[in-house]
Antibody
Framework: EVQLLESGGGLVQPGGSLRLSCEAS????????MSWVRQAPGKGLEWVSG????????YYADSVKGRFTFSRDNSKNTLYLQMNGLGAQDTAVYFC????????????????WGQGTMVTVSS | SYELTQPLSVSVALGQTARITCAGN??????VHWYQQKPGQAPVLVIY???NRPSGIPERFSGSNSGNTATLTITRAQAGDEVDYYC?????????FGGGTKLTVL
């Protein structure tokens, strides 16, 4: 079964840091670009970042550029989102999502999503 | 930056056809994807690349894309379709989501 499992969310103070993880199973992980998408409480979906299958290229939304770093370890089938300089505007459920089509250099449709992990930025 | 505009809400009578639009500049030149999201759950892909249904998605769901508007069409609307829908494209190094539309089935 194809599955994504996020972890690492929690409560963090403004200005703090947090690292999210997403463990994948059931597919050839290194062949697929992956993304992080977040959803603030009661709000819509916001794409955060994407990374190619090899990890050679990463893309970021303007709202997180320079603060977040997206990486992957294909030997562990795991994604990482390092989040620094967190603010209240970063409070959201963070989902990892898999590209539907393999071997793409850009983000495509997301056919598999994790259940999400909640990040709350508050003092 | 590229923007996608969806109506906040769309209403449809039970058993009738709902159409949810997604407007963007020359959107027909892009691949448009659609997601359904139930409360408290992750989104589910219902249409990819304008008009393709993933396996397991009912034939009642279809998509089109022309000019500046993409459309998700849901025929024979059911009570279970009364959730949120989002369109999505890739543009200039980033993914863009529409603001989302809540479908109400009357």
């Amino acid at each position: 079964e194809v599955q994504l499992l996020e972890s690492g969310g929690g409560l963090v103070q403004p200005g703090g840091s947090l690292r999210l993880s997403c463990e994948a199973s059931g597919f050839t992980f290194s062949r697929y670009a992956m993304s992080w998408v977040r959803q603030a409480p009661g709000k819509g979906l916001e794409w955060v970042s994407g990374i190619t299958g090899s990890g050679g290229s990463a893309y970021y939304a303007d709202s997180v550029k320079g603060r977040f770093t997206f990486s992957r370890d294909n030997s562990k089938n795991t994604l990482y989102l390092q989040m620094n300089g967190l603010g209240a505007q970063d409070t959201a459920v963070y989902f990892c999502a898999k590209n539907r089509e393999e071997a793409m250099a850009t983000m495509d449709a997301f056919d598999i999503w994790g259940q999400g992990t909640m990040v709350t930025v508050s003092s | 930056s590229y923007e996608l505009t969806q109506p906040l809400s769309v209403s449809v009578a039970l058993g009738q056809t709902a159409r949810i639009t997604c407007a963007g500049n020359n959107i027909e030149s892009k691949n448009v994807h659609w997601y359904q999201q139930k409360p408290g759950q992750a989104p589910v892909l219902v249409i990819y690349r304008d008009n393709n249904r993933p396996s397991g998605i009912p034939e009642r769901f279809s998509g089109s894309n022309s000019g500046n508007t993409a459309t998700l069409t849901i025929t024979r609307a059911q009570a279970g379709d009364e959730v949120d829908y989002y369109c999505q494209v890739w543009d200039s190094g980033g993914v863009v989501f529409g603001g989302g539309t809540k479908l109400t089935v009357l």
